[in-house]
């Protein structure tokens, strides 16, 4: 199965700083398929953006994901209080679908 | 409105058995494909099974695979896993997820709708 690998653990940062996640694939992800989720306490994830780069409906465009291959991004160009969060990236190229272990942006 | 909410969890014994479900509101069930996840606590999440809109096809991860079953039945709306064999690590929050269609109706083996979760715990 694909490995995903989340860094860093955890980001301390300010609101209206940049944030920027890492999602590294153990095995090229084809055709992109590369998934961002958001979490916060006591819910279930929300999906943020798919296809590596394409925002769901409702996301704001300061999300943005990129990448390809084996190495992927999420970037948050500026904090607002609502994005302190954890967030999981899941590869669906291949079987069985695999989430990465979690970035936690906390406030620095 | 649009809504999973899944209910069955609860405290079971090692080896025991247990029953999930899923209650599907405001789209037509019946045509998407859905997912157990499941996610430990501080764990990232952990994709289980999913199956077809018409019940034609289902996939296990092989954690689950022989000891789990996804079923459905579309005149009820409702989505199953049905869990055996339970092990102490199967202990989770359990959520049903439907698959995401994009804006131009195009399907990606996604999760778009999630459900609330239930949380099973599998301790003597």
């Known amino acids: 199965e694909i490995v995903l690998t989340q860094s860093p653990g955890i980001l301390s940062l300010s609101p209206g700083e940049r944030a920027t996640l890492s999602c590294r694939a153990s095995q090229s992800v084809s055709s992109s398929y590369l998934a961002w989720y958001q979490q916060k306490p006591g819910q279930a994830p929300r999906l943020l953006i798919y296809?590596?780069?394409s925002r769901t409906t409702g996301i704001p465009d300061r999300f943005s994901g990129g990448g390809s291959g084996t190495d992927f991004s999420l970037t948050i160009s500026r904090l607002e209080p609502e994005d302190f969060a954890v967030y999981y990236c899941?590869?669906?190229?291949?079987?069985?679908?695999?989430f990465g272990q979690g970035t936690k942006v906390e406030i620095k | 409105q649009v809504q999973l909410v899944e209910s069955g969890g609860g405290l079971v014994k090692p080896g025991g058995s247990l029953r999930l479900s899923c209650a599907a509101s405001g789209f037509t069930f019946s045509d998407y494909y859905m997912s157990w996840i499941r996610q430990a606590p501080g764990k990232g999440p952990e994709w289980l099974s999913y199956i077809t809109g018409s019940s034609s096809y289902t996939n296990y991860a092989d954690s689950v695979k022989g000891r789990f079953t996804i079923s459905r039945d579309n005149a009820k709306n409702s989505l199953y896993l049905q869990m055996n064999s339970l092990r102490a690590e199967d202990t989770a929050v359990y959520y049903c997820?439907?698959?995401?269609?994009?804006?131009?109706?195009?399907?990606?083996?996604?999760?778009?709708?999630w459900g609330q979760g239930t949380m099973v715990t599998v301790s003597s």
């Open positions: 899941q590869q669906y190229g291949r079987s069985p679908w695999t």
């Open positions: 997820a439907s698959r995401y269609y994009d804006s131009a109706g195009y399907p990606h083996d996604v999760f778009g709708l």
């Open positions: 296809g590596a780069s």
